[in-house]
């Protein structure tokens, strides 16, 4: 595997939007990615951003953007994230007809192309679709809003897609996105998960830098097992 062997990237959805570059400079010594949610409306019944903001975020910042889109017609829009520069595009499995080919036009565009799979989606048809992604983006809730209880039934896919990935894909990402904290974030790294999403446990807590420093810390003990999924240090 190329990069850090797990991956924490902070949600933007639970930061001040009127100080964008301010929440991502005050994470950027610590999370490896931060993450952009992008809604609009009809995907989803949210909206929040969209290209212009992003392209200004790639400025503002040196962490490379993991670009979540939750947008209908993914196969028109995606791609011009890859051009302003985002690092990962990921688009959801509902809203295509065709992940493999847009996932190579994204690559083709310089992206890292992503898939994700919402609460009531199954992960089972997109398994031998792996080898065309760079990153599966598995929901822990149902998309569209921050701050909803992570539901830990949403692992068994993470596991399934962990087994798959184990037989020849090794460099996948596997992203949970929802719900995540300090304690959630045993289990999913238990489960397989190595990329973490956290927007409520980053910029609800008082010190968002501490909160990434803390949740990686979880993240790397679950991995060596020496924690119980959900327990929590003596
Ligand atoms: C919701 C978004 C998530 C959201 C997670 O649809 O995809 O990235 O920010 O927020 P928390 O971590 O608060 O569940
Ligand atoms: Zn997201």
Not at 193 to 217: C, I, K, N, Q, W
Request: glycine share 8%; net charge negative.
């Amino acid at each position: 595997m190329t990069g850090p062997s797990l991956i924490v990237a902070p949600s933007l959805l639970a930061a001040d939007f009127a100080r964008l570059a301010d929440e991502a400079r005050a994470v950027a010594a610590d999370a490896d990615w931060l993450h952009v949610d992008v809604m609009d409306y009809h995907f989803v019944p949210n909206l929040t951003i969209g290209l212009p903001v992003v392209e200004s975020l790639r400025r503002a910042s040196d962490l490379p953007l993991d670009c979540h889109l939750m947008i209908e017609n993914p196969d028109r829009w995606a791609v011009g994230y890859a051009e302003v520069g985002a690092h990962n595009v990921t688009f959801h499995a509902e809203a295509t007809a065709d992940p493999v080919a847009l996932a190579k036009d994204l690559r083709a565009a310089g992206s890292r192309a992503g898939l994700a799979i919402d609460r009531d989606t199954p992960v089972e048809p997109y398994l031998e679709l792996l080898p065309h992604l760079d990153l599966l983006l598995i929901m822990m809730i149902k998309a569209g809003f921050g701050g909803q209880e992570f539901l830990p039934e949403l692992l068994d896919k993470v596991r399934a897609a962990r087994r798959h990935a184990a037989a020849g894909h090794l460099e996948l990402r596997i992203e949970v996105d929802g719900g995540i904290s300090e304690e959630t974030i045993v289990e999913a790294s238990a489960a397989g998960a190595d990329a973490f999403v956290a927007g409520t446990s980053v910029y609800g807590a008082h010190d968002p830098a501490e909160a990434v420093r803390r949740l990686r810390h979880r993240a790397e003990q679950a991995k060596v097992g020496t924690l119980d999924a959900g327990g929590s240090e003596g």
